[in-house]
């Protein structure tokens, strides 16, 4: 049984406990409050200056250091008009090229550039502070060396922007940190109301259109190869001329986007020229003219490269139609 006094113990024991954990808990604040002092910095990290510059009717911000240059290092095949240069130091070391691309063109690149590349580049659609871009990475030109990403605004009605950030191996640092600049983008006086990202449903319907037409064009292309007969290539010239009629009827049921219209279109003639030139193969075999057949043959060529740079443009947006 606890007396009094053994209860007077326990709750004086108690008391006095608490009475030695509360200096402790107040010595254990000082003490981290001694340390945050003698550990804060003498004064806050200074803030990276920036600027805003106006490109092509975008502006950017960009740090100060990044300031507007007379000349640079051209970018074969990449021709830009109102062309303007960023660079951190010597401009043909690295830098940001922003300017407007030609315009008719049913590719978002330039096809002389697109000519000069070692193969087609990686692409992909990003997302900037104001507006979406095509984003070309993996751009090898011969002759060049420095390592280019390309981005290109398309303006429907209008001319595209295109920036190029560029670098040699040694300021490789400066790539990353022109990336970073064109992330900072924001319309001077426009706005973007359309959407880039491929469509799922326009993408599989495209697909199996071309799919359909390349499994014709694979298998009889060969069939009308030199020394094929007369009679022969008029039956299968006669076929692949149907073949791009189809192609051509599916391309017309598509419903395209602001994205896409230009491309469409530009397929769509491709495969309307080369339903045109299989039909004056045809025609040219079944009559016996070799000057007809030769010139229908040129036209088939010449068709067949319309096609294979439309569908090139369809993977400068992001689609891989086949």
């Not at 254990?28 to 990276?48: K, N, T, W």
């Not at 070692?118 to 659609?125: E, G, I, S």
């Not at 039956?235 to 230009?262: D, I, W």
Request: net charge positive; charged share 15%.
């Amino acid at each position: 049984m606890t007396t009094g006094v053994d209860r007077m113990t326990t709750a004086t024991t108690g008391f006095d406990r608490r009475l030695l954990i509360m200096p402790a808990l107040v010595l254990v604040a000082a003490a981290l409050l001694g340390y945050a002092a003698g550990h804060r910095p003498s004064g806050a990290a200074p803030r990276e200056q920036t600027q805003t510059a106006s490109v092509a009717g975008v502006l950017l911000g960009a740090p100060s250091q990044w300031r507007a240059v007379s000349t640079a290092s051209a970018i074969p095949g990449l021709s830009l008009r109102r062309a303007v240069v960023l660079s951190p130091g010597d401009a043909s070391a690295s830098g940001l090229l922003a300017g407007v691309l030609p315009a008719g063109q049913g590719n978002p690149l330039p096809s002389q550039f697109l000519a000069r590349m070692r193969q087609h580049p990686t692409t992909a659609v990003v997302s900037l502070q104001e507006a979406q871009a095509y984003r070309y990475s993996g751009i090898s030109i011969p002759g060049f060396d420095k390592s280019v990403t390309l981005f290109v605004i398309p303006y429907p009605g209008g001319n595209a922007t295109a920036l190029a950030c560029y670098a040699a191996p040694a300021v490789s640092a400066d790539l990353r940190s022109c990336q970073r600049i064109v992330a900072t983008l924001r319309f001077a006086g426009r706005s973007q109301s359309y959407d880039l990202t491929p469509q799922p449903d326009y993408a599989r319907s495209l697909s199996a259109t071309i799919s359909a037409l390349d499994a014709q064009r694979v298998s009889l292309r060969g069939k009308i190869a030199a020394g094929a007969t007369p009679h022969a290539i008029q039956l299968f010239a006669g076929r692949l001329a149907q073949a791009f009629a189809h192609a051509a009827a599916s391309l017309s049921g598509l419903e395209t986007t602001l994205a896409t219209g230009q491309a469409q279109s530009a397929l769509s003639g491709a495969v309307l020229k080369a339903l045109a030139a299989y039909s004056a193969l045809a025609s040219a075999a079944g009559n016996r003219s070799e000057t007809s057949f030769a010139a229908a043959r040129t036209l088939v060529d010449q068709a067949e490269d319309g096609v294979d740079a439309a569908l090139e443009g369809f993977a400068l947006l992001g689609y891989q139609p086949t």
